[in-house]
């Protein structure tokens, strides 16, 4: 029960983290969930993503596949591009021969190797955020390293925004 208890607190916390509180302050890119200051934007309720240059969307919304079974893809508001990598392979995902799995087109914004990658948007991921092929080069092609990142539940975000006003 404690650990029940402790994750609904760490959850509010969450929604009004200083962050979560900032991102609110700011406009919503029409058609996303997000606010104007983000570079890329995922919804993880519809399972899509966008690519953001000073609020507008310049691609999107694409399909993508989140985290599932117990390694969700975690929620933010300020996550940054920290590591961008074209054809790196991960030492934590296995292909069913046991060879490390390829992450083409990385770009890692969370820590615990959380990133946008090229891999199936029908399948769900250990946290990453799958994207077909030509989106996750086209990823990799727009976002450098330091740019915001936001990651966010819809219906959430919008009961948030409501609740400010």
Same mark, same amino acid.
């Given at each position: ?21 900032a991102a ?23 399972q899509r ?10 691609? #999107?919304?694409? *399909?993508?596949? +989140?985290? &599932?079974?117990?390694?969700?893809? %975690? /929620? ?41 990658h090229s #891999?199936?948007? *029908?399948?769900? +991921?250990? &946290?990453?955020?799958?994207?077909? %092929? /030509? ?31």
């Amino acid at each position: 029960m404690f650990l029940l208890v402790s994750a609904v607190l760490a959850g509010e916390a969450w929604a009004d983290s200083p962050a979560a509180q900032a991102a609110r302050a700011q406009p919503l890119v029409p058609d996303t969930p997000c606010s104007i200051t983000a570079k890329s934007c995922v919804d993880l309720d519809s399972q899509r993503a966008w690519l953001i240059q000073d609020g507008t969307v310049i691609r #999107g919304p694409v *399909a993508i596949a +989140s985290g &599932g079974n117990g390694e969700e893809t %975690p /929620v933010g508001h300020s996550l940054r591009v920290y590591r961008k990598e074209k054809d790196h392979v991960s030492q934590e995902s296995r292909l069913p021969n046991g060879d490390p799995a390829p992450m083409p087109w990385s770009v890692f914004f969370e820590d615990g190797g959380i990133a946008f990658h090229s #891999g199936s948007p *029908a399948r769900s +991921s250990a &946290g990453c955020i799958h994207l077909e %092929p /030509v989106d996750a080069e086209a990823w990799f092609d727009y976002l450098q390293i330091g740019d915001q990142i936001q990651v966010v539940k819809a219906s959430e975000e919008q009961a948030a925004r409501a609740q400010q006003q």
